[in-house]
């Protein structure tokens, strides 16, 4: 009996068997809450994600920053000082938090950088 045991554990273990329902059980720890995770808010940076992540919300990104340059154009030509504040809130309070960076260039489009959130709060 013994030896039968420990050769159909030799054969589950090298079917990749207990490896996979401990995955399984891992997974299911993680829907109810179980396995303690680093909360982050924002956009990761560096790691081996950043790169999809960066393919992922650049068109995002790059639309509402098209979005928010022209809104400022159009406040500036009815002088909407108002407007013009809230564009900078966006640029300056919001995206920062989210590891966003706007840098605003003068009669050319914004650039977008994924930035480490820490970094950016930093910087203020």
């Known amino acids: ?21 401990a995955a399984y059980i891992t997974k299911i720890f993680d829907v ?19 790169a ?3 393919t992922l919300v ?13 809104v400022r154009k159009s406040a500036r030509e009815i002088k909407a000082g108002d407007i013009l504040a809230e564009c900078d809130k966006l640029r300056d309070d919001v995206l920062p938090n989210l590891g966003v960076r706007l840098e605003d260039k003068e009669n050319e489009a914004t650039v977008i950088k994924l930035v480490d959130r820490a970094e950016l709060m930093k910087e203020k």
Do not use: C, H, W, Y
């Open 52 to 54: 999809n992540l960066e």
């Open 1 to 21: 009996f013994t030896s039968r045991s420990s050769v159909v554990l030799e054969t589950v273990e090298q079917d990749g068997v207990i490896k996979n329902v």
């Open 58 to 70: 650049m068109p995002f990104l790059n639309s509402m920053a098209d979005f928010r340059d022209n």
């Open 32 to 50: 109810f809450g179980m396995i303690a995770k680093e909360e982050s808010v924002g956009f990761p940076s560096g790691g081996s994600g950043s």
